[in-house]
């Protein structure tokens, strides 16, 4: 399409003379736009930092009339942008977008330089995946790359931020309340017991005193430690080392995450409406996310959706849940999708009458 006929089509927009192919055809190519948009203005805000005279998330903030903390996130993309080209070019061509290189530069922040210097000679291969890749599915890619150049396993930095770990407490005076700050390592806070915070210890515990904690890992991982093709995913995100993770799975407190392992019942029939512990430890193995096609909200994050529902006659039957996050579980209840099912097999219609397929969950791989 050429730029005359672009304006044309864009500028019918509103009109109601657009057939629907055309309209996706101004989303596609907005979309293209925005991203050369973007690179263009991380390029702008790389060769601003040669101005040393000036505080250049400040002057991202002013330019750009946003928040300081904004401005600090323009920059940081800016500077992933130059350490990885390919993930700037691909930004540039539109197949990507910038959550994309925030993701990216999250996990850059973390690298010593050595490392970051190791990543940014695979500057082709994460440009490549995160053309490929939802945003969800490149964290976990950059994740493991940047494990892949720790060669220890991550555990220096995890042992300096238990020495960075506090808790002051203190009354205010004109209260009387007890107020109080905290900075915990994340074994501590995953270990933490929440009782006093209703709505998370109904999610994090499984019924006992302790919070429920869900590990996903290859036995090789477990085993030897990290390899090229790991799996290792903890709830809520939470970044652990391997050797944490591997130390946790002799605590008998802990249940490893395997199907039958304990001979849990996961089938409930209509003995109970909602998801039991075991029903969430196996479709949390399953399911790292949503389980709607190209949605890549965490599972931890999810509700248990009945697919035939509950009320007349749905079973609470581990085949019958899928995890759904908010957004997609109200458009199952009350958007006017309809879902078909045959085992794990389903078909969703949409109100406008396209169809997504979903088979059984994928195996976790590298």
């Not at 790389?46 to 401005?71: H, I, K, N, Q, W």
């Not at 925030?102 to 500057?123: F, I, M």
Request: hydrophobic letters at 40%; glycine letters at 8%; charged letters at 25%.
């Amino acid at each position: 399409m050429d730029v005359a006929a672009a304006h044309l089509l864009v500028d019918s927009v509103g009109s109601g003379l657009v057939e629907r192919d055309a309209l996706l055809r101004v989303i596609a190519d907005c979309h293209r736009l925005s991203g050369w948009v973007e690179a263009r203005r991380l390029a702008a805000v790389g060769e601003l930092a040669a101005f040393a005279d000036v505080s250049v998330p400040g002057e991202v903030a002013a330019a750009c009339r946003t928040s300081l903390f904004e401005g600090d996130r323009v920059v940081q993309r800016a500077a992933t942008a130059r350490l990885m080209p390919d993930l700037a070019e691909a930004l540039s061509a539109g197949v990507l977008n910038a959550r994309h290189l925030d993701v990216a530069a999250n996990v850059l922040r973390r690298a010593e330089p050595d490392q970051c210097a190791r990543l940014a000679d695979r500057s082709r291969q994460w440009g490549r995946a995160a053309a490929q890749m939802s945003v969800g599915e490149f964290k976990e890619f950059v994740e493991k790359e940047l494990r892949a150049v720790q060669a220890d396993d991550g555990i220096d930095r995890f042992e300096q931020q238990r020495r960075d770990a506090r808790l002051q407490v203190w009354t205010n005076q004109a209260t009387g309340m007890v107020c109080g700050q905290f900075a915990l390592d994340p074994e501590t806070a995953l270990l933490a017991d929440p009782t006093s915070n209703t709505a998370t210890n109904s999610v994090r515990h499984g019924g006992g005193g302790r919070p429920e904690i869900c590990i996903v890992a290859d036995l090789e991982t477990l085993r030897r430690g990290l390899h090229e093709h790991s799996i290792l995913t903890v709830s809520d995100g939470v970044e652990l080392p391997v050797e944490t993770v591997r130390r946790l799975a002799c605590d008998p407190d802990i249940a490893p995450a395997v199907l039958g392992t304990f001979g849990e019942v996961l089938d409930m029939g209509r003995r109970a409406r909602l998801a039991t512990a075991a029903q969430r430890r196996a479709l949390r193995v399953m399911y790292r996310s949503c389980w709607i096609p190209g949605c890549d909200v965490p599972f931890d994050n999810c509700t248990m959706h009945h697919l035939d529902p509950w009320v007349p006659t749905g079973r609470s039957d581990l085949v019958n849940f899928r995890p759904a996050c908010d957004r997609h579980h109200h458009e199952l209840h009350e958007g006017g999708w309809k879902v078909e099912t045959d085992g794990w097999w389903a078909t969703i219609t949409l109100p406008d009458g396209t169809n997504q397929h979903t088979g059984p969950p994928r195996t976790q791989t590298a």
